[in-house]
């Protein structure tokens, strides 16, 4: 089967996801109209094992067997009625004006509620047991979510690792992970781990306190930039939050206005400023240690060593008498100390 024979038959009801409503199980949902279910009738077949028959009572149907009973630790049907897919009065949402409710997502569910066969006939779960691809899955929700942030999603990371939309976001759940900073964080971690242990160390963003979530500076649903940043460089990403190292300035500190990862550990590091090293090795990566008494781990450079130790490794070194090593906008400037 293919996507658009798929979405030709769910365009009809997909849902939009804005907000959060508010609903219960026991006001679930009309029965389809006339219109809807002439409408139903006319739609493309979908794939073998799914089946082409919608129920007589839309989400009744499904809640004699998906009741608040059934539910488990990590399934809660219910919750749908509380999140924005069960607005009543919204026309975009499955369970508004003439939707087709559960089956809006999840497909044709006629054959998979008749009691009166032994074997029950499988229907879109959106797990990895799901009779459709990932891409078929995911297209369903980009029946209505395809603006604004998604519309380069072919081009991400996700994509092309065939990351599934609901391995991310959770839509039988009153608040989705996702969609909220103190949680969303969480939900990445599951797969980069390596960033999981950089954001608890000692100079990290503050995403462990929920003051900062990933897609502050990367968008998960994909971008043509490096790393999905959300801006297209890297500095331009962390200007959006350190303005004041946006200059322009008089005396420009090339490495600093080319790129902000030359000195900095965007996710986390054990030093100060989320420095990569510590100065002046940091600084000696470009600058000569030539004619300035800045070399580490000599007798003449160490404390306590014959020259009485060097005041140029002492507390932040370079930076003791370099200050503005961003830029300087100080006529005198241009050794970047005012």
């Avoid at 499904?62 to 399934?75: G, K, M, W």
């Avoid at 990445?188 to 503050?206: E, I, L, N």
């Avoid at 940043?229 to 959006?240: H, W």
């Avoid at 000599?298 to 009485?308: D, F, R």
Wanted: proline share 6%.
């Amino acid at each position: 089967m293919t996507i658009k024979n798929w979405t030709a038959q769910v365009l009809l009801g997909l849902a939009a996801l804005a907000g959060c409503g508010a609903a219960t199980a026991q006001t679930a949902a009309p029965a389809p109209t006339t219109a809807l279910a002439a409408a139903k009738a006319a739609a493309a077949p979908v794939a073998a094992g799914l089946g082409t028959k919608y129920s007589e009572k839309g989400a009744d149907t499904c809640l004699d067997c998906h009741d608040a009973e059934s539910d488990s630790v990590n399934f809660d049907t219910a919750a749908i009625f509380k999140t924005a897919h069960a607005r009543r009065r919204d026309a975009h949402a499955p369970f508004g004006p003439g939707g087709l409710q559960c089956e809006a997502c999840h497909g044709p569910g006629a054959n998979h509620s008749d009691k009166s066969i032994s074997k029950t006939p499988p229907i879109n779960n959106f797990k990895a047991s799901s009779l459709l691809t990932v891409t078929e899955r995911n297209q369903i929700c980009l029946g209505c979510h395809q603006g604004r942030s998604r519309t380069a999603g072919h081009a991400g990371a996700h994509d092309r690792g065939q990351v599934a939309c609901t391995d991310c976001h959770k839509l039988h759940a009153e608040r989705d992970p996702m969609l909220t900073k103190g949680s969303e964080s969480e939900v990445c971690y599951g797969c980069h781990k390596q960033q999981r242990a950089d954001f608890q160390k000692t100079s990290s963003h503050p995403l462990r306190f929920g003051r900062m979530g990933c897609s502050d500076c990367h968008n998960p649903h994909g971008t043509t930039n490096a790393a999905m940043l959300v801006k297209p460089t890297l500095n331009q990403t962390c200007f959006s939050c350190h303005a004041e190292k946006r200059g322009p300035v008089l005396w420009e500190h090339a490495p600093a206005a080319e790129d902000c990862s030359l000195c900095h550990a965007s996710h986390g590091s054990v030093r100060a400023a989320l420095l990569t090293k510590s100065p002046p090795l940091l600084c000696q990566q470009c600058h000569a240690a030539a004619g300035h008494p800045s070399v580490a781990r000599t007798g003449a450079a160490l404390p306590g060593g014959a020259a009485g130790g060097s005041v140029f490794l002492l507390a932040g070194s370079c930076t003791n008498c370099h200050t503005q090593v961003h830029g300087s906008n100080h006529p005198s400037g241009a050794k970047l100390m005012r």
